[in-house]
């Protein structure tokens, strides 16, 4: 998996730490062509990648539970991080990172998804199918889900802002 800054052709100037930082990463052999192919297409919106995890498909270097905590971590240290995970089916690292302290991951399927997990409950990390997602509704989904705000007040942001509020109320009594 890896990790990935500086949001904007005009923010690669700025020091790293300025830069909206994102994390990508892949929890299994399954996912890995996928995500290299959106690492590229990430490149390409003017994103810097850094890469955090499976590098090639001849070794697993990590499983699911490992890769997707570590790719949190990253979300987490850098408090602007959006991160987009790829594995198989992408249920099972959706699952692993909704452990995580402020995560909020959504297995997202279409554009539609992406911009509401990212509008309305202002999610930090996507989960990708690679086994039942294509190469252009991939891209769709990343590149709404990085570019997608969350909503304004004007856009009902306030009821959502609460309901995000309930979230991180539950996960602190659940602890």
């Avoid at 999610?123 to 991939?138: D, K, M, R």
């Amino acid at each position: 998996f890896f990790f990935f800054s500086s949001r904007r052709r005009h923010t690669r100037f700025l020091p790293v730490s300025w830069a909206r930082r994102c994390v990508q990463e892949t929890g299994d052999e399954q996912g890995f062509e996928l995500k290299q192919q959106i690492k590229n297409f990430i490149q390409d919106l003017d994103y810097v990648i850094h890469d955090v995890g499976l590098h090639n498909t001849s070794i697993i270097e990590a499983d699911q539970i490992d890769v997707a905590t570590q790719l949190c971590k990253k979300v987490i240290e850098f408090k602007d991080a959006l991160g987009v995970i790829v594995s198989q089916s992408g249920n099972d690292v959706a699952l692993v990172c909704n452990k995580m302290p402020q995560i909020r991951c959504s297995y997202c399927h279409n554009k539609f998804t992406a911009e509401m997990t990212r509008k309305h409950n202002n999610s930090n990390v996507i989960a990708l199918g690679a086994q039942n997602t294509g190469l252009e509704v991939a891209k769709q989904m990343v590149a709404t889900f990085l570019e997608t705000s969350f909503a304004s007040k004007e856009e009902g942001g306030d009821r959502h802002a609460q309901r995000i509020e309930k979230f991180m109320s539950q996960e602190k009594q659940s602890a």
